[in-house]
């Protein structure tokens, strides 16, 4: 007779199975909680995928793509299985270059055949193909040394430089079909499951592959072009290919042979140039008198600001900053959500009448009286800071609201240069591994609040879901009415983050809520090599969140 174990869901059920029990077969008591597939579970919070057995007591949790977690998952098996599709369409030769994120999907080149709308379509028709023929997507642990022995054979020189670098004597590899590939992260159990997408052709040979959101998981969306972005994203990762790196392993052939100073220059020469180009384009516009900065959490906007600050005074002009931090209304007169907690997001949280009652006050000539707010007792106060704008001056202004013209109604569109900052990141681990831009921000938060305000990791991860909310309500829907994207994304960074990110992950306990997205970053940074920061220089956007900056305090 069969052991039998207790499986608990959530605090919500516990149920009897043999022992050996899939995930998969435990899931299926359980999938009445959910409105979409299960792509993945939680056992004793560590992530599994549902192939594995089951052989004692456990709790056990479950996502499916609303969550973020479940969104991770679709994402990546869809890229394999988009892997899949190219092969049987193209032939073994052909490769396709899963680039970077954008618009909530992956944007891709073909490379060894040419592409069209009518090509494309039949990727599409053989990814539904795949779908429909229900692939269990299966994993098997390999040596190493195999493992760049198979990739070798194939010419996928991407995976066998990448493979390198890591010290795993085995490593997962997948295959779907006939075909393996290696990924980072978890995948789910069945091509079937993956069964909402839609390929967009774009030019050249570049597409754009959509599918469901964790914030709308009802459907794919139709792909929204925004140009000025896609064209900062391409011209980041074609100077990526000008320098020769291209993907995580050529990054790290540069640190083993200890060039990374010079990358480290180059990378930083690329950034200013950005800021030079945006002083020059205030300078010979003088009907400018106000510069908005926004962008999501971690893009460097302070840096940005101050530095910027820097570009104008060498054109001659007389930059002065505010916070609009300072303009939030009192504690007391802030709104309060459904849920009993302060909305500190929305654009309600701030005292916009008096805001631009001061901006209009400020490019009439007038003096005012700038407000400074004290976070302790939750109001404003009016410390004798006066600010007059001369003919000169220019004011900066970085915020969450800063690209959104209801902020700043009162002043003229032709007064104000608005800029959108985020680290595009270019750099990837290799062809079929993306790095979303949003690792890159959450590395640097979490080594800039355990830096700052002595967080640690988990408590920072904690807060990340409602920060990227905000980000989608109140950000993101602006970045279009930009006069100009900075890239804050420094090709090298990750090599740095890496030596003061790791200790911070392996800090947090294996209990914390929070550690199986821990674990996933920890694989992540793997796959480079650590760099000293000794080089960094003090001006270094990256300095906003390492420390040592010489203008973030």
């Not at 355990?450 to 990340?464: D, V």
């Amino acid at each position: 007779m069969a052991k039998r174990i207790k499986i608990n869901f959530r605090d919500l059920e516990t149920l009897e199975f043999d022992s050996g029990v899939t995930l998969l077969e435990v899931s299926e008591y359980f999938k009445k909680y959910f409105n979409y597939p299960i792509l993945i579970g939680k056992v004793d919070n560590d992530l599994a995928e549902l192939n594995e057995n089951l052989t004692r007591n456990y709790k056990v949790d479950f996502y499916d793509r609303s969550s973020g977690i479940g969104n991770s998952v679709y994402g990546r098996t869809l890229q394999f299985m988009l892997v899949v599709a190219i092969k049987k369409v193209f032939g073994e030769s052909t490769e396709v270059m899963i680039e970077y994120s954008i618009d909530k999907g992956f944007y891709c080149e073909l490379v060894g055949a040419s592409l069209d709308k009518k090509k494309l379509q039949k990727v599409e028709d053989e990814l539904h193909r795949i779908v429909e023929s229900d692939f269990i997507i299966n994993k098997i642990s390999v040596s190493r040394f195999d493992a760049l022995k198979y990739f070798e054979k194939r010419k996928q020189y991407d995976k066998v430089n990448v493979l390198k670098y890591i010290s795993n004597t085995y490593i997962n590899l997948y295959r779907i079909d006939d075909i393996y590939d290696y990924f980072y992260g978890k995948l789910a159990y069945s091509t079937k499951q993956i069964d909402d997408f839609k390929l967009t052709y774009i030019k050249d040979n570049g597409f754009v592959v959509s599918y469901p959101s964790c914030y709308n998981p009802e459907c794919t969306l139709d792909y929204v072009h925004h140009e000025m972005l896609f064209d900062k994203f391409l011209d980041y990762n074609n100077w990526g290919h000008t320098i020769n790196i291209n993907n995580a392993a050529d990054l790290n052939n540069i640190v083993s042979q200890g060039k990374y100073p010079e990358l480290i220059s180059l990378s930083e020469v690329y950034y200013n140039n950005q800021l030079v180009k945006i002083s020059e384009d205030i300078h010979n516009n003088r009907n400018i008198k106000i510069v908005l900065i926004a962008g999501p959490s971690s893009s460097g906007k302070t840096t940005t600001a101050k530095k910027l600050a820097v570009y104008l005074r060498s054109k001659g002009l007389n930059p002065k900053q505010i916070s609009l931090d300072d303009y939030f209304l009192d504690r007391d007169k802030t709104p309060v959500l459904p849920d009993g907690s302060l909305d500190t997001e929305s654009l309600k949280t701030v005292d916009v009448t008096l805001f631009n009652k001061h901006l209009t006050k400020l490019l009439d000539g007038e003096k005012i009286e700038v407000p400074t707010y004290n976070f302790v007792l939750g109001k404003r106060q009016y410390n004798g800071n006066y600010l007059k704008l001369e003919k000169e001056d220019v004011l900066i202004i970085e915020g969450l609201h800063c690209l959104n013209d209801d902020l700043t109604m009162s002043i003229d569109r032709s007064n104000k240069y608005k800029i959108y900052i985020s680290p595009l990141t270019q750099l990837n681990i290799d062809n079929h591994n993306r790095i979303h831009t949003s690792d890159t921000r959450k590395l640097r938060r979490i080594v800039r609040d355990n830096q700052y305000r002595g967080t640690n990791a988990a408590e920072t991860l904690k807060s990340w879901k409602k920060i990227r909310e905000g980000e989608e309500k109140y950000i993101f829907p602006y970045q279009d009415s930009a006069d100009y994207i900075v890239n804050s994304a420094l090709i090298y960074e990750l090599g740095i983050l890496k030596t003061y990110a790791e200790p911070l992950l392996f800090n947090v306990p294996e209990t914390d809520e929070n550690y199986p997205e821990i674990l996933r970053l920890i694989n992540l940074l793997r796959n480079f090599l650590p760099i000293p920061s000794e080089d960094v220089p003090v001006d270094s956007v990256l300095r906003e969140f390492i420390g040592r900056s010489l203008f973030y305090k």
